[in-house]
T-cell receptor, first 113, second 116 residues
């Protein structure tokens, strides 16, 4: 069935790089997404990657996709305290007329000053 | 920048009462979604809506739930008789299209529903 898994917690020091990992089960997804959720807030789209790409860079964010291993990662360079949040990966499933997103468990990123 | 809005931000209701959660999707979007997140759990898909009808619904979306686009701007989720386990954050999302990057779903800030 559809399943997306992430590690639950990551702690880094300000200025270091953070790497958040995600594994998924369905290889038919066309797009994979990263969303950010700050405390008490909604889901903010951070970035996405098309499934025929291996890497996408967007300012401090780098997304790596390994389709063979069904592994997705998000690297945040020069992590700041404002990056502290829960990060969700999600894959998109086509349901006939619309797509639905299947979300991972979310990774809580704690940035220490 | 256009965004999805939701009202109210927090709704408290008694078990058995009806609630309507409201969403205003981004204006040129055609595909609409509801998701929910029970505290400490994953964000779960509830229902998708296109061309004035439900496209897909999850097992969670039983007869107590309904969605409607009553006019050209609002998209509502109604829960007829709320249960304690309906307490969650409910997110509305919209997408412009279905193919390529237009498939990207943009989320509202959520409505926290508390059922007492």
């Amino acid at each position: 069935g559809e399943d997306v898994e992430q590690s639950l917690f990551l702690s880094v020091r300000e200025g270091d790089s953070s790497v958040i990992n995600c594994t998924y089960t369905d290889s038919s997804s066309t797009y994979l997404y990263w969303y950010k959720q700050e405390p008490g807030a909604g889901l903010q789209l951070l970035t996405y990657i098309f499934s025929n790409m291996d890497m996408k860079q967007d300012q401090r964010l780098t997304v790596l996709l390994n389709k063979k291993d069904k592994h997705l990662s998000l690297r945040i360079a020069d992590t700041q305290t404002g990056d502290s949040a829960i990060y969700f990966c999600a894959e998109s499933f086509y349901g006939g007329a619309t797509n639905k997103l299947i979300f991972g468990t979310g990774t809580l990123l704690a940035v220490q000053p | 920048e256009p965004e999805v809005t939701q009202t109210p931000s927090h709704q408290v209701t008694q078990m058995g009462q009806e609630v309507i959660l409201r969403c205003v999707p981004i204006s040129n979007h055609l595909y609409f979604y509801w998701y929910r997140q029970i505290l400490g759990q994953k964000v779960e898909f509830l229902v998708s809506f296109y061309n004035n009808e439900i496209s897909e619904k999850s097992e969670i979306f039983d007869d107590q739930f309904s969605v409607e686009r009553p006019d050209g701007s609002n998209f509502t989720l109604k829960i007829r008789s709320t249960k304690l386990e309906d307490s969650a954050m409910y997110f509305c999302a919209s997408a412009q299209g279905l193919a390529g990057v237009t498939d990207t779903q943009y989320f509202g800030p959520g409505t926290r529903l508390t059922v007492l």
